[in-house]
């Protein structure tokens, strides 16, 4: 895949699905400074949002505002808690919304999550002529969202670099 210093790139990263992957499998903390590096590749970059849920601790501010400080604007979504106990909390058709929108003004869109409801989006995309790069874990990422898109970058390949203790 051709990747060369004029693409103009936006980064969307799934927090929870990249959160919960690395924490499951690893025990461990996601170094997202690393995965834009990855994801620029020497190349323009327009824009980097992580989407990200908070709880009514607000208890995650400083994660967020080390996103901020690695080159991400942050979304930010309250968690939702229903009657009984049962939580709800992502950002799919948030980020889905937002890589449509800017997608005109891009030439390759990078999705970091392993979730496969994006398809859609990928194939949406590519058919409008944007290229779709996928950065996950391979242990937790969708197969058939692999399969589709047009480059992947397995995190597990490097755990050293992408990955970092919890403390």
């Keep these: 895949m051709l990747k060369h210093p004029e693409q103009r790139i936006a980064v969307f990263v799934d927090v929870q699905n990249m959160y919960h992957s690395a924490r499951n499998i690893y025990n461990a903390r996601v170094n997202f400074k690393e995965i834009l590096k990855t994801a620029e590749s020497d190349r323009k970059l327009i824009n980097a949002i992580a989407y990200v849920i908070t709880s009514p601790s607000k208890e995650e501010a400083p994660f967020f505002d080390a996103l901020e400080k690695s080159g991400f604007k942050i979304k930010t979504k309250d968690?939702?808690?229903?009657?009984?106990?049962?939580?709800?909390?992502?950002?799919?058709?948030?980020?889905?919304?937002?890589?449509?929108?800017?997608?005109?003004?891009?030439?390759?869109?990078?999705?970091?999550?392993?979730?496969?409801?994006?398809?859609?989006l990928v194939e949406y995309?590519?058919?409008?002529?944007?290229?779709?790069?996928?950065?996950?874990?391979?242990?937790?990422?969708?197969?058939?969202?692999?399969?589709?898109?047009?480059?992947?970058?397995?995190?597990?390949?490097?755990?050293?670099?992408?990955?970092?203790?919890?403390?």
């Design 79 to 120: 968690l939702q808690i229903f009657p009984g106990g049962a939580k709800k909390a992502d950002w799919d058709v948030g980020l889905a919304v937002d890589a449509i929108r800017m997608s005109p003004r891009l030439d390759v869109v990078i999705i970091v999550s392993g979730d496969g409801d994006y398809i859609p």
């Design 125 to 167: 995309l590519q058919n409008s002529g944007v290229q779709v790069e996928l950065i996950a874990f391979g242990e937790s990422c969708s197969k058939n969202l692999v399969e589709v898109v047009d480059d992947f970058a397995d995190l597990s390949k490097d755990k050293k670099r992408y990955l970092m203790k919890i403390r």
